[in-house]
């Protein structure tokens, strides 16, 4: 089956195209038959706890079970802690783009280049509409959406970001466009 990410427009580039709780529930076998064949990740709490490094057992497994699939796997991570992103993504032996800037464009197309991938194979899994999803649609690629990890986080995310992420995960789950 050949992936059709449907372009988003308007208000839709902020709406995912898959959920998911956690990380650890999103099928590769799903995302395999979507001849999706590179993942950008997310590092905050996508990955780990907002600024924090201990990766649970259960995302290790999923990791793992992602390379042994075939996926080429990069961390995209807006955080300014570069040693962090750059010790984790080392911990994973997966390549890292740190400063990202997402929304931005350039951050994808960097990611896309260490991944060796076209934007058609590609998916992004984040916790925030307005950096991973906004900037996965921007940049043509299937965006999956999972919860926080945990409720800590930036503060700038907590109290300009979060209100009207969750006025518009309501507005998108009214409409039918979000599975949970
Ligand atoms: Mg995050």
Redesign the pocket.
Same mark, same amino acid.
């Given at each position: 089956m050949k992936n059709e990410v449907s372009r988003r427009r308007g208000l839709m580039l902020c709406c995912p195209h898959q959920t998911a709780q956690e990380i650890t529930q999103i099928s590769l076998v799903d995302l395999k038959s979507r001849s999706i064949a590179a993942v950008i990740l997310?590092? /905050?709490?996508?990955l780990v706890r907002?600024q924090q490094e201990d990766i649970s057992e259960d995302v290790l497994g999923w990791i793992q079970q992602a390379k042994e699939l075939g996926f080429a796997l990069c961390i995209l991570?807006?955080s300014f802690s570069g040693h962090r992103v750059k010790r984790m993504a080392e911990r994973l032996n997966v390549p890292f783009v740190r400063r990202a800037k997402k929304p931005g464009r350039a951050g994808f197309q960097q990611a896309f280049r260490l991944l060796g991938c076209r934007a058609e194979e590609a998916a992004i899994i984040?916790?925030?509409l307005f950096? /991973?999803i906004l900037g996965g649609n921007r940049a043509g690629i299937h965006t999956i959406l999972v919860n926080?990890i945990h409720s800590r986080?930036f503060l700038y995310?907590r109290i300009i970001s979060r209100p009207p992420e969750r006025m518009l995960i309501r507005h998108f789950r009214r409409l039918g466009h979000m599975n949970h």
């Amino acid at each position: 089956m050949k992936n059709e990410v449907s372009r988003r427009r308007g208000l839709m580039l902020c709406c995912p195209h898959q959920t998911a709780q956690e990380i650890t529930q999103i099928s590769l076998v799903d995302l395999k038959s979507r001849s999706i064949a590179a993942v950008i990740l997310d590092l /905050d709490n996508t990955l780990v706890r907002w600024q924090q490094e201990d990766i649970s057992e259960d995302v290790l497994g999923w990791i793992q079970q992602a390379k042994e699939l075939g996926f080429a796997l990069c961390i995209l991570s807006n955080s300014f802690s570069g040693h962090r992103v750059k010790r984790m993504a080392e911990r994973l032996n997966v390549p890292f783009v740190r400063r990202a800037k997402k929304p931005g464009r350039a951050g994808f197309q960097q990611a896309f280049r260490l991944l060796g991938c076209r934007a058609e194979e590609a998916a992004i899994i984040g916790d925030q509409l307005f950096t /991973d999803i906004l900037g996965g649609n921007r940049a043509g690629i299937h965006t999956i959406l999972v919860n926080p990890i945990h409720s800590r986080e930036f503060l700038y995310t907590r109290i300009i970001s979060r209100p009207p992420e969750r006025m518009l995960i309501r507005h998108f789950r009214r409409l039918g466009h979000m599975n949970h």
